[in-house]
């Protein structure tokens, strides 16, 4: 198995995350054979620094000819001032454009191990167990006409969308339930906004073509209450761009902390994996990052992009093998009486857990 990867630093925590998860990348690699290669290139803030732009020409022909681009996190105080096209994110936006990674994926699951890491109640998160479906590539993010008055008074963005848009994210939306407990929520407004009573009649006409699994539909409202309230009644939670962004942010609490939180963006020419946090400069360079979410990003690389199953399976049982020895970050040990865990420390004990089970495995595969 080869694989070129393309690994985007990106700003603040982000290039202490994306190491840790590439060593384990190259752990799975070296362990069982593969080749992955890997390419660093600039996005963000650093991008513009270094290169006068969030998104370099270089960066994105790499990305466009990788297998897989693996992204830490944008955006950086020092650009907070300037407007639009030039902040970091927009390199970000930009990028997920170009590449059409429609379909972003953001799991989310209550972790025994951490249960009391969490703001909510054990007895409420226990069993969550939610994947996260984020239309990515449209509404108020990318609609045309946009923009700000030149007297400076007023603003508008525009929320669009296309039944096609709408069908294809329900599609990937329907056959993941298939793999999980067969239900998908869709979620919208559609008791104000058109956009959302188009969605809810495309969401519905896909439906058809899944007898098997279940539908419902919910008010955007009334649905992050019920996520935090009883977050184990769902299964599939499919949204649109800006409610999925708030809602998975909402929904991390659910696991105890932003930190813990992967992503795969797919349906497009080049996956693009990246963990849901942002590159918190406060934290950034002194060791207190989260890694899990960019190691378990890595992991859903595996899985999406190489069809590798097991590869991926045993680094999420890394993550948690290394959430129950008490390894554990800033983020989470709030709330516990426990010191932190720098983020090179669990990326070790990560690796070297990944190393063994993968090792074990192939020895019993060998006798
Ligand atoms: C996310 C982030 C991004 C988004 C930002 C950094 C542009 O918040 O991936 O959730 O809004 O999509
Ligand atoms: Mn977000």
Same mark, same amino acid.
């Given at each position: 198995?080869?694989?070129?990867?393309?690994?985007?630093?990106?700003?603040?925590?982000?290039?202490?995350?994306?190491?840790?998860?590439?060593?384990?990348?190259?752990?799975?690699?070296?362990?069982?054979?593969?080749?992955?290669?890997?390419?660093?290139?600039?996005?963000?803030?650093?991008?513009?620094?270094?290169?006068?732009?969030?998104?370099?020409?270089?960066? $994105?022909?790499?990305?466009?000819?990788?297998?897989?681009?693996?992204?830490?996190?944008?955006?950086?105080?020092?650009?907070?001032?300037?407007?639009?096209?030039?902040?970091?994110?927009?390199?970000?936006?930009?990028?997920?454009?170009?590449?059409?990674?429609?379909?972003?994926?953001?799991?989310?699951?209550?972790?025994?191990?951490?249960?009391?890491?969490?703001?909510?109640?054990?007895?409420?998160?226990?069993?969550?167990?939610?994947?996260?479906?984020?239309?990515?590539?449209?509404?108020?993010?990318?609609?045309?006409?946009?923009?700000?008055?030149?007297?400076? $008074?007023?603003?508008?963005?525009?929320?669009?969308?296309?039944?096609?848009?709408?069908?294809?994210?329900?599609?990937?939306?329907?056959?993941?339930?298939?793999?999980?407990?067969?239900?998908?929520?869709? &979620?919208?407004?559609?008791?104000?906004?058109?956009?959302?009573?188009?969605?809810?009649?495309?969401?519905?006409?896909?439906?058809?073509?899944?007898?098997?699994?279940?539908?419902?539909?919910?008010?955007?409202?009334?649905?992050?209450?019920?996520?935090?309230?009883?977050?184990?009644?769902?299964?599939?939670?499919?949204?649109?761009?800006?409610?999925?962004?708030?809602?998975?942010?909402?929904?991390?609490?659910?696991?105890?902390? $932003?930190?813990?939180?992967?992503?795969?963006?797919?349906?497009?020419?080049?996956?693009?994996?990246?963990?849901?946090?942002?590159?918190?400069?406060?934290?950034?360079?002194?060791?207190?990052?989260?890694?899990?979410?960019?190691?378990?990003?890595?992991?859903?690389?595996?899985?999406?992009?190489?069809?590798?199953?097991?590869?991926?399976?045993?680094?999420?049982?890394?993550?948690?093998?290394?959430?129950?020895?008490?390894?554990?970050?800033?983020?989470?040990?709030?709330?516990?009486?426990?010191?932190?865990?720098?983020?090179?420390?669990?990326?070790?004990?990560?690796?070297?857990?990944?190393?063994?089970?993968?090792?074990?495995?192939?020895?019993?595969?060998? &006798?």
């Amino acid at each position: 198995m080869n694989l070129r990867i393309v690994v985007l630093p990106g700003d603040g925590i982000g290039p202490e995350v994306t190491t840790q998860a590439v060593a384990v990348l190259q752990t799975v690699s070296d362990v069982c054979g593969y080749e992955f290669r890997f390419e660093s290139h600039h996005i963000g803030g650093i991008a513009i620094e270094k290169e006068g732009m969030p998104l370099p020409e270089k960066t $994105l022909a790499a990305c466009l000819e990788a297998d897989a681009v693996l992204l830490g996190a944008v955006g950086a105080k020092k650009f907070d001032g300037l407007s639009g096209e030039r902040r970091p994110e927009a390199g970000l936006l930009a990028l997920r454009q170009a590449l059409g990674s429609f379909a972003n994926l953001r799991p989310v699951k209550a972790y025994e191990a951490i249960a009391d890491c969490s703001p909510l109640r054990e007895d409420v998160t226990r069993g969550a167990n939610i994947l996260i479906v984020r239309e990515l590539l449209g509404g108020l993010y990318f609609g045309q006409p946009r923009g700000l008055s030149e007297d400076g $008074l007023s603003a508008s963005n525009t929320m669009r969308y296309h039944a096609d848009e709408v069908e294809r994210v329900a599609h990937v939306a329907f056959q993941e339930a298939r793999r999980r407990k067969h239900l998908v929520t869709s &979620v919208d407004k559609a008791n104000v906004l058109e956009t959302s009573q188009l969605w809810r009649r495309i969401v519905g006409s896909v439906a058809k073509q899944y007898p098997d699994v279940r539908v419902e539909h919910s008010y955007v409202d009334s649905f992050s209450m019920q996520l935090v309230s009883s977050p184990a009644l769902y299964d599939v939670v499919l949204t649109e761009n800006l409610f999925g962004d708030i809602l998975s942010d909402e929904a991390a609490v659910i696991s105890g902390s $932003l930190g813990m939180l992967a992503s795969a963006s797919v349906g497009g020419k080049v996956e693009l994996y990246e963990p849901v946090h942002g590159s918190a400069p406060d934290i950034a360079g002194k060791g207190l990052a989260n890694p899990f979410g960019a190691i378990q990003s890595a992991a859903m690389l595996l899985h999406y992009t190489a069809g590798l199953y097991h590869e991926s399976e045993e680094i999420m049982r890394a993550v948690e093998r290394t959430l129950s020895r008490g390894l554990i970050t800033r983020d989470l040990s709030g709330r516990r009486n426990r010191p932190p865990v720098p983020a090179d420390a669990i990326g070790q004990a990560v690796v070297e857990t990944v190393s063994d089970l993968l090792q074990m495995q192939m020895a019993y595969h060998a &006798v």
